[in-house]
């Protein structure tokens, strides 16, 4: 196991067990979640007094921003893209604008929605000039919540099903970068569901109401879509393979999981019920760069029954180093299906494209 790894293992332990170590280890840190939310809250009064007075500067194009209140693990990478083809169909030309944390986002961006530019700039005023400079006029932000230096027309914060837990606990001691009551500050608040139960969707939903009563709720299901076979992508080994496959695929058929993502529990749990045998998951990090041992690793746990699988998050990582003789690498995408509230996802892309055509007259 790697440090890597092991740092990741320790802090989901930390974060979502219920043992006493982990218990211990959440007490002892309290006083640092006590600092890091009165910097936050201070931080923020900051920001809500420069938009109360108007102080803050326009944004080169207007933009919605996708973010969420946690650390990773929502899905905003597909639901961000979901939105750029919204507004595409809506007439746009929309960006896609993002710090470019890793070198795995920016890529799943470009074949999620091909055509669309992709601007990586952690400072997202200046992705925003770029993107204009690139013609386009509107732009989607991903993970822009607490990036509150540039003003958007709409804030669409995520909140996943998969990974809630009744204690919102602040970082260090919990994965929350800002309370649930920082969601008073969005324009709609969108519940993401991979395999949660009903009764965990509820509690969310419950937990967002009481938090912030006015702000509207929808529901996205991010559901596994195609098995393609991951040499597509970009030509790599195995390209004469080039298979597709539905889910019903996966049924009955051995697998080792391969995932690199803040929420490799979900992903697993999506394959099994699709049907899938997983004998092995390879969980590494989020954003993990995979290196030649770790090949070495999955490949291993391969053999001519078992199928290695991944997401498209790591297959863009994966295939440039997948060996010729390993294994064929599948990988599978997630889809984006609206399960409830389409009517205020409509009108979030609405105001975009509203705010669009009145800072550019000649737009159709």
């Not at 946690?70 to 960006?95: C, D």
């Amino acid at each position: 196991m790697s440090l890597g790894t092991g740092r990741r293992a320790f802090i989901s332990y930390v974060w979502n067990s219920d043992a006493v170590g982990a218990r211990l280890v959440r007490g002892a840190v309290t006083p640092l979640n006590w600092l890091f939310g009165a910097i936050v809250a201070r931080r923020n009064a900051g920001f809500d007094a420069r938009v109360r007075e108007g102080a803050m500067p326009v944004a080169a194009l207007p933009a919605m921003s996708v973010g969420n209140l946690t650390v990773g693990g929502t899905g905003k990478t597909p639901v961000a893209s979901w939105f750029v083809s919204r507004l595409k169909a809506g007439g746009a030309t929309p960006a896609l604008v993002l710090r470019g944390y890793g070198d795995d986002e920016w890529r799943v961006h470009g074949l999620l929605t091909p055509g669309v530019p992709v601007v990586v700039a952690p400072e997202r005023a200046v992705g925003l000039v770029i993107a204009r400079s690139m013609q386009c006029d509107c732009a989607v932000l991903d993970d822009a919540f607490q990036h509150r230096q540039v003003s958007r027309v709409v804030d669409v914060v995520l909140v996943s099903a998969d990974a809630w837990h009744e204690s919102v606990r602040l970082l260090p001691g919990g994965p929350y970068r800002e309370p649930l009551g920082s969601l008073n500050r969005a324009s709609v608040a969108v519940i993401t569901v991979k395999a949660a139960p009903t009764e965990r969707v509820q509690a969310v939903r419950a937990a967002i109401r009481a938090a912030a009563p006015d702000v509207p709720i929808a529901q996205l299901r991010l559901a596994p879509d195609t098995i393609r076979l991951a040499a597509t992508i970009s030509g790599g080994p195995g390209g004469p393979r080039s298979l597709q496959h539905d889910l019903t695929w996966l049924r009955g058929r051995k697998l080792v999981l391969v995932s690199a993502i803040a929420d490799p529990d979900a992903f697993r749990r999506q394959m099994e019920a699709a049907g899938a045998v997983v004998e092995h998951h390879a969980a590494y990090p989020d954003h993990h760069d995979f290196v030649a041992r770790d090949l070495a690793d999955i490949v291993a746990r391969s053999h001519s029954s078992v199928e290695v699988l991944c997401t498209l998050k790591d297959a863009v990582k994966l295939v440039p180093l997948w060996p010729r003789a390993g294994a064929a690498l599948w990988y599978v995408s997630q889809t984006v299906v609206v399960e409830q509230g389409a009517e205020i996802l409509d009108q979030a892309v609405a105001r975009v494209l509203a705010a669009r055509r009145a800072t550019t007259p000649t737009a159709g």
